[in-house]
């Protein structure tokens, strides 16, 4: 009786935020280790997750590359459909008994595309391991040099592209405000009157880093990878 040939395992590897030197070891090791690398994208060796990750492991280039393509766009249907062809792309090749190692950028935990179909992975039976790298708003506070949490402040992180509304600053504590590009407008004027210390770092640890330290000095038309800190400056902390 033949053997039933044992699945792969997918690993979703966080590579940090943009400096090849943010990357774990951990991250390296799997890379170094396993032979298909799957890359958000149409074209692998374009995705800033492969751009960072070959720096620290060049022998990446060597390895399997797997398009992953994850349009942009608002439409759920159309979302779901990549979500589900990116599933069982992965599956043709965790089948073959080969581990996939998915390459995200920062952690993957955090607003991850890897999470949706890591759901759909472990319903059809496959196993799943996460490794967390470096998050981007935990880069960009060493960055700015701020801590962002002191004693007893708490820290919410929130997709700023859903909460412009007036209340979305309601809890106190310090904020990260994440995916603000596309609503900068917005997001700049609910913050110019919540009584925050802003600042916020674009494409951070990247050759392209830029650094701001008030609301007035982010520009309209920041890039996508733009990360805000808000401060609460009300609370007594000590």
């Known amino acids: 009786m033949e053997e039933k040939r044992q699945k792969g395992i997918a690993y979703g590897v966080g590579v940090g935020p943009g400096d090849p030197e943010y990357m774990t070891l951990k ?3 799997l890379i170094r280790e ?3 690398m799957a890359v958000p994208g149409k074209v692998p060796q374009d995705a800033v ?7 620290a492991v060049p022998e990446l280039a060597e390895k399997e590359l797997v398009a992953i393509d994850m349009p942009m766009v608002k439409d759920g249907e159309l979302i779901r459909k990549s979500h589900a062809e990116a599933a069982k792309l992965i599956e043709s090749y965790l089948d073959e ?4 190692v998915y390459l995200t950028l920062g952690d993957s935990t955090i607003y991850c595309t890897f999470s949706y179909i890591q759901h759909i992975l472990e319903a059809d039976g496959y196993d799943v391991e996460l490794v967390s790298g470096i998050p981007s708003f935990c880069a960009a506070a060493a960055r700015l040099g701020v801590s962002l949490t002191e004693w007893k402040e708490s820290l919410h992180v929130m997709p700023a592209l859903h909460n412009t509304h007036d209340g979305a600053l309601e809890w106190p504590g310090n904020y990260v405000l994440m995916k603000s590009a596309s609503k900068m407008p917005e997001v700049k004027k609910m913050l110019a009157s919540s009584g925050y210390e802003v ?11 830029k650094l701001y330290r008030s609301v007035e000095e982010i520009p309209d038309d920041a890039g996508y990878f733009t990360l805000i800190i808000a401060k609460d400056k009300k609370e007594d902390n000590r």
């Open 49 to 55: 997750a492969y751009k960072i990750a070959v720096q």
């Open 199 to 209: 600042m916020a770092a674009e494409n951070c640890s990247m050759e392209t880093e």
């Open 27 to 29: 991250a390296c090791r």
């Open 34 to 36: 396993n032979d298909v």
């Open 97 to 100: 008994g080969k581990n996939v």
